[in-house]
């Protein structure tokens, strides 16, 4: 019970960040802007940034419901949700990245 409530309040707190980074608003949780220097964040167009983030937490938040769920419920089969959300979350990560090095 008290891993479901941990993972229910990591679900909530990854959709909370996902929420406003696709207003684009607050901290940005990007690799690509953390680690740019002063000068090449002023320069930096965040709005791909921002939407990579809020989709990559949007799916953590999926994979962190369906981890309370499954806990709570016993099912099984979520399981098997959690995996898909996991690969998708890496496939999307990957490709986006890539995507956006392309444009750059």
Not at 38 to 57: G, M, S
Request: glycine share 6%; with cysteine; charged share 20%.
């Amino acid at each position: 019970m008290v891993f479901a409530v941990i993972c229910g309040i990591i679900s909530l707190a990854a959709l909370v960040i996902s929420i406003r980074s696709f207003q684009e608003k607050g901290f940005l949780f990007n690799n690509a802007y953390i680690w740019a220097s002063r000068e090449e964040r002023e320069k930096l167009d965040k709005k791909p940034h921002y939407r990579q983030t809020a989709v990559v937490f949007a799916m953590i938040c999926g994979v962190f419901a369906c981890m309370a769920a499954e806990i709570l419920l016993e099912t099984g089969w979520l399981l098997a949700v959690e995996g898909v959300l996991v690969a998708a979350m890496l496939v999307y990560a990957i490709k986006s990245s890539i995507d956006q090095e392309k444009g750059a």
